[in-house]
């Protein structure tokens, strides 16, 4: 019955309205007074627990003889309801995927710069991920590779770059610190990614990451500790010095 339980959750039902339905469900029709002492609550109450399923058709009210009965109309409704649940959120979704952007735009125009801070290896690989949700096409970035695979582990980026390649966001890098001595970081080749390496003199070992109006910093393995600085003047300033670092630094081979 979990899968019924988790199906009558999804329509909104409250668990008392639940447990009627799969009371009807296993012993067929029956009067108010023998659902409500079969579930052990008072009689005068459970017309308010049957009046959601009502509402809903889910449950019917039958006449026999001289007494109403109660029973599950067909089961099949449930799904039709459900199916019909989850219709609505996908096209509310994909309303609110149309309309993002410009309440996006309409929001930060006049916001207030924001900065959020996270610990841990953790917090740091969840905003990993994080940069993909604020993300349309591009994330410019200047990693310290050796640094940050003390920070996040093989399978964090793995996931991280499958995600990255569905959304099909292109990823322009800059390696900094020690080579790495691999053309590669991701397992079977690189998808939509430009690399070069810094300057030797360029020896940061804290990463940053641009997307839109977001600038994300992930130190080291030592401070573990990341944040994210929303202002679209600071992000166009990181910009600047991405670019910048991106004219001096070489190729990758």
């Known amino acids: 019955m979990d899968t019924i339980l988790n199906m009558l959750s999804v329509l909104g039902l409250p668990e008392r309205s639940q447990s009627v339905y799969v009371d009807l469900l296993s012993h067929g029709p ?10 052990g609550i008072p009689r005068s109450s459970l017309y308010d627990h049957i009046k959601p399923l009502l509402d809903l ?13 109660f029973a599950v109309h067909d089961i099949s409704d449930l799904d039709r309801l459900v199916a019909k649940q989850e ?3 996908a096209l509310l979704r ?3 995927t149309k309309a993002k952007a410009s309440l996006a735009e309409a929001h930060t125009s006049h916001a207030e710069p924001r900065i959020k801070f996270v610990e841990g290896k953790a917090g ?22 050796e640094a940050m695979l003390e920070v996040l582990t ?7 770059n499958r995600k990255r390649i569905r959304q099909n966001i ?28 810094a300057p030797a003199k ?3 070992d804290m990463a940053y990451n641009i997307y839109g109006d977001k600038v994300s910093f992930f130190s080291s393995v030592g401070e573990q500790y990341g944040f994210v600085v929303h202002s679209r003047d600071f992000a166009a300033l990181m910009t600047a010095q991405f670019s910048a670092l991106w004219e001096v630094s070489k190729e990758g081979k």
């Not at 058709?57 to 026999?64: D, G, I, M």
């Not at 993909?132 to 200047?142: M, R």
């Not at 093989?154 to 991280?160: G, K, S, V, Y």
């Not at 292109?170 to 390496?197: A, M, N, Y």
């Open 30 to 39: 029956s009067a108010a007074r023998t659902i409500a002492l079969r579930l």
């Open 57 to 69: 058709a889910l449950v019917s009210e039958l006449e026999t003889g001289t007494k109403a009965v």
């Open 87 to 89: 219709q609505s959120l």
């Open 94 to 96: 994909s309303e609110f």
């Open 124 to 145: 740091v690989a969840a905003l990993l991920l994080e940069m993909l949700w604020d993300t349309k096409s591009e994330i410019k970035t200047v990693w310290p590779y």
């Open 154 to 160: 093989p399978e964090d980026l793995e996931l991280f």
């Open 170 to 197: 292109s990823l322009k890098t800059i390696w900094t610190g020690p080579k790495p001595g691999k053309q590669h970081l991701w397992r079977g080749g690189d998808f939509k990614v430009e690399r070069k390496s």
């Open 202 to 204: 360029y020896t940061a």
